[in-house]
């Protein structure tokens, strides 16, 4: 979680209920008295204080952190190779983990997402079998066959200290424990090493947050890589080591720390990651860096690879290797997409008193609508988000389009939207890309920045980034079609079935009715709270 200096009353109502709500549930509770405001939660009028932990010296009452307040650091220094032949990734991950917590640990919990896909994972053994009756779309078939044949999850090669001495480790299906050789007290520093391999996914075929997708047409690849390096569990005051198993729903909970990265792909590949682009002088053509400098200034969209270049690259095919090497302060997670395909575009945004840029990558596959709309959405968002909340304080925020996936990554993100094969698209289509453009960006913000915990709750980054997304929406399109956000899209919802409707405040692999619990109801709530309790003066104030 980062803090800014000055906090608008919105923010701050988002920081005191994340840190309430990472309190301890065991923490004392009001006693109880004989009123029904006080004991039956099913009271319109119960008085919620009830619920709510005790503060600490690590998280006040007033929202802010408290004298006591640590937080854990992990960064990386990674090298990865992306094997077009075989789509396959294969690498070695350092990682100097920084202890900041008043706690000795003896051993440190790893993620190991890629395993999900593996056979014996909870994530497949626990899905609810589908319903093969009246029938099954020939998709939802070759999903669940797809599923059974990929060889998915890690192999992991080695786990040593920095200098190349073994480390006893222990994997259970998405955790990996790594025991330390000497126990890691409060305040020090430990470095490590892992060497990792996986498949990468069909995305086209089997549901993911990340994967590649094939083009017959040309028979080029779009890799979108995520959740794909071994990533250190986060440690908290309120949870200690959050290691519960990765189903697929709840996305990440994962600690802020500096990246290297160093991505190597066949040479006439672009690549878009998070962070800022090292060797720019290297990976890049001549004219591609004049275009990118003249973008820095540009408040529209320029190309930096044109779609003319992009069809060229297409077909060269080369075997030869390059390596992209990009660098991020201060983020929670690194992923990044490579093709041939890529056309690219940029424009410049003024937020504050930075300047980051607004970029989008995507075949022609998506055109005309992303040329004509990604980069200004993907603009309008870090304008509108950081007017409501904090100035952006990342240096690019880049749009990536994938076929049918929507999901965020500090700095980049992967959004759906594609045109029919004579160029033409839907009302239904254009507003559905320029949504999720604007959400996955706004995800920045919510959890990418404000660093909640979404193996637990999900409405603390969907809800707070729905309600600001509603906001960046009509800011686009006076008369933009919300999905969420007023309170008529959401009427059907609260008056249905008692028996399916959650609480917000529900683990977020429990959730009935993921999408109007944990999206459109925060969202709602505080829209209601902005346009009819408060009024927007106060709200905004
Ligand atoms: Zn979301």
């Not at 000055?6 to 109880?32: D, E, G």
Request: include cysteine.
């Amino acid at each position: 979680m980062t803090f800014a200096p000055c906090l608008n009353r919105f923010l701050l109502l988002v920081v005191t209920l994340i840190l309430a709500a990472n309190l301890s549930p065991t923490a004392c509770r009001a006693q109880h008295l004989p009123n029904p405001k006080h004991t039956d939660s099913l009271d319109r009028f119960f008085q919620i204080e009830s619920w709510l932990p005790t503060p600490n010296a690590q998280r006040t009452a007033s929202g802010v952190p408290g004298p006591a307040y640590w937080q854990q650091r992990a960064d990386y220094d990674i090298d990865i190779t992306l094997d077009d032949k075989t789509q396959r990734l294969s690498g070695i991950s350092r990682i100097k983990y920084h202890n900041k917590s008043p706690h000795t640990l003896r051993y440190i919990w790893v993620q190991l997402d890629q395993n999900r896909f593996k056979p014996d994972s909870d994530s497949a053994t626990t899905t609810t079998a589908p319903s093969l009756s009246p029938r099954i779309s020939f998709r939802g078939l070759n999903s669940i066959l797809a599923r059974t044949v990929f060889e998915g999850g890690y192999k992991i090669e080695s786990v040593t200290d920095e200098k190349q001495t073994a480390l006893p480790h222990t994997i259970i299906k998405t955790m990996m424990r790594i025991d330390l050789p000497e126990p890691l007290k409060p305040g020090m520093s430990t470095g490590f090493e892992i060497r990792f391999s996986h498949n990468i996914i069909n995305a086209k075929v089997i549901r993911a947050r990340g994967g590649y997708e094939f083009f017959e047409e040309d028979e080029n690849y779009i890799y979108e890589i995520a959740q794909w390096f071994p990533r250190v569990v986060s440690y908290t005051d309120y949870k200690g080591w959050q290691h519960k198993q990765f189903l697929g729903r709840g996305e990440f909970t994962l600690e802020l720390g500096d990246y290297v990265v160093r991505i190597t792909t066949p040479s006439d590949m672009v690549v878009a990651a998070t962070g800022e682009l090292q060797n720019t002088k290297e990976v890049l053509k001549p004219e591609w860096i004049k275009r990118l400098q003249e973008a820095e200034s540009s408040k529209k969209p320029l190309f930096i690879v044109t779609p003319e270049e992009a069809k060229q690259n297409e077909s060269e095919k080369s075997n030869k290797p390059k390596t992209w090497i990009y660098s991020a302060k201060n983020v929670r997670d690194f992923a990044f997409a490579a093709s041939r395909k890529f056309i690219w575009d940029a424009m410049a945004v003024k937020v504050g008193n930075k300047t980051p840029l607004a970029m989008s990558y995507y075949p022609k596959e998506g055109n005309p609508l992303w040329e004509q709309y990604s980069t200004k959405a993907v603009a309008q968002t870090l304008k509108t988000y950081s007017k409501h909340t904090i100035d952006y304080p990342y240096p690019v925020a880049i749009s990536v389009n994938a076929k049918s996936i929507g999901m965020e990554y500090p700095m980049i993100c992967f959004n759906y939207g594609r045109c029919e094969d004579d160029g033409t698209y839907s009302e239904r289509t254009k507003y559905g890309m320029i949504g999720v453009i604007i959400h996955e960006v706004g995800h920045n913000f919510f959890p990418m920045i404000i660093n909640s915990d979404e193996r637990q709750w999900t409405w603390m980054d969907e809800g707070l980034n729905t309600f600001v997304q509603f906001l960046t929406e009509k800011e686009f399109d006076r008369d933009y079609p919300s999905r969420r956000g007023s309170a008529r899209n959401i009427r059907d919802y609260m008056g249905g079935d008692k028996t399916r409707i959650s609480p917000i405040m529900t683990n977020s692999e429990s959730i009935y009715q993921f999408g109007n619990n944990a999206y459109g109801k925060p969202a709602t709530a505080l829209n209601i709270l902005r346009e009819t309790v408060m009024g927007r003066e106060l709200f905004d104030h």
